[in-house]
């Protein structure tokens, strides 16, 4: 199976969020590319918010692009057979944290944002990262600086993205 057919899978089981989850699954019909940076029409991305329901935290990196505290993603890369095995990639890479596992049962949310550049949009699909209570996180290159935070700080030291995420990641947790 391709990323692309997993990717569509993925979303067609995801049972929120129903319009945005069609324009998703729209932009991949019409863009057999779609899953890449490549695609000049937007890209799939996986993203992965990695909490600590024992300390009652959120990890968060402060992008060194974007300059905004944000969850750990990014791109989808050819060498990835699933959306949740780039979601976990991602997460691992970006927090230095090898222990990483992602919630089961799918990702919580989708986000469709405009980003700078010749790509005018990404479709990141938002996934849930579990880190154990002793997990100790390292800076990655694409990072100014990483944190822990607490679930309403988190919410509110991010953009309005951060703050949905943050809610839904709490809401599959019962936390």
């Not at 990695?50 to 791109?75: A, D, I, N, Y």
């Not at 839904?168 to 947790?173: D, K, M, N």
């Amino acid at each position: 199976m391709s990323l692309h057919a997993d990717a569509y899978g993925v979303l067609k089981r995801y049972g929120a969020q129903p319009a945005l989850r069609d324009a998703y699954l729209a932009h991949l019909d019409a863009h057999p590319d779609g899953m890449f940076k490549s695609c000049g029409a937007g890209h799939v991305t996986a993203s992965a918010l990695v909490v600590c329901p024992e300390r009652g935290e959120v990890l968060l990196t402060l992008h060194r692009k974007l300059r905004m505290w944000l969850q750990m993603g990014g791109h989808c890369e050819p060498g990835d057979v699933t959306l949740a095995e780039a979601a976990l990639r991602e997460a691992r890479e970006e927090s230095g944290i090898g222990a990483l596992e992602l919630r089961p049962g799918g990702p919580v949310r989708l986000d469709r944002h405009p980003i700078p550049g010749p790509c005018t949009r990404h479709f990141d699909v938002q996934y849930v990262a579990l880190a154990p209570a002793a997990a100790a996180a390292r800076i990655s290159d694409e990072s100014l600086d990483l944190r822990w935070f607490g679930y309403a700080e988190a919410a509110e030291i991010g953009d309005s993205s951060v703050g949905l995420l943050v809610g839904a990641a709490r809401e599959a947790l019962g936390v």
